[in-house]
């Protein structure tokens, strides 16, 4: 039946008990589910040499996601010239993303492989277009990275940081190609949930 004593089993149950509820293991799982929730708000856009300003009504929403990681969902309306929510000239752009812990690495987060049922998971490839994105968690900020090539076969970094406040989080959003910025952004945004 049992090979090993029933105090030898005791004794790996509670030093599992133990390490699975002592305060490190509580604190490194608040760092990022203390993002979670929804939050609603607005913020406007520069886009660099061209001297225009974009209004833009952002949403973003943190939840679970398996393997001690998080799901990132970001709605982005970039209304048109006048401000107007209606027109041909507004755009929308909706992001989802699932990251889980890297490895060896205190609070960054890699894009977890897409797959499915009959589709193998793979990871992101630059080389074919696909952007690279990983997340990072210091103190008060959730920093996603997004790194491609360009269609002219150069780079873009793309770095959207969120950082909570007293009633929700503000947001910046940078834009780089070639290491010249194209697009600076910035906004706050209240939690709804």
């Known amino acids: 039946m049992f090979t090993r004593p029933l105090s030898s089993i005791l004794t790996v149950v509670v030093v599992a008990a133990t390490l699975a509820f002592s305060p490190g293991a ?18 406007s856009a520069e886009r660099m040499g061209e001297n225009v300003i974009e209004k833009r009504d952002l949403d973003v929403t943190v939840t679970a ?12 309306v970039v209304r048109g010239p006048d401000g107007d929510r209606v027109g041909d000239d507004v755009k929308r ?30 990871m992101p490839n630059p080389l074919l277009g696909e952007p690279m994105r990983w997340a990072t968690i210091e103190n008060d900020a959730m920093t996603v990275y997004s790194m491609a ?35 600076r952004m910035t906004g706050t945004l209240v939690r709804t949930q």
């Not at 608040?30 to 993002?35: A, H, I, L, N, V």
């Not at 960054?108 to 009959?118: C, E, Q, T, W």
């Open 93 to 122: 752009r909706a992001v989802e993303e699932n990251f889980i812990p890297l490895e060896d690495k205190k609070d960054v987060f890699i894009l977890a492989p897409k797959g499915g049922l009959f589709k193998k998971a793979e």
């Open 26 to 43: 509580a604190n490194a799982a608040e760092e990022y589910e203390k993002f979670y929730g929804s939050y609603v708000g607005s913020g």
């Open 149 to 183: 090539i360009s269609d002219t076969g150069g780079s873009e970094l793309q770095v959207y940081r969120r950082k909570l406040t007293d009633k929700g989080m503000d947001v910046s959003f940078l834009r780089m190609e070639d290491e010249m910025v194209e697009l």
């Open 65 to 76: 996601f398996k393997n001690g990681g998080f799901t990132v969902k970001w709605i982005t």
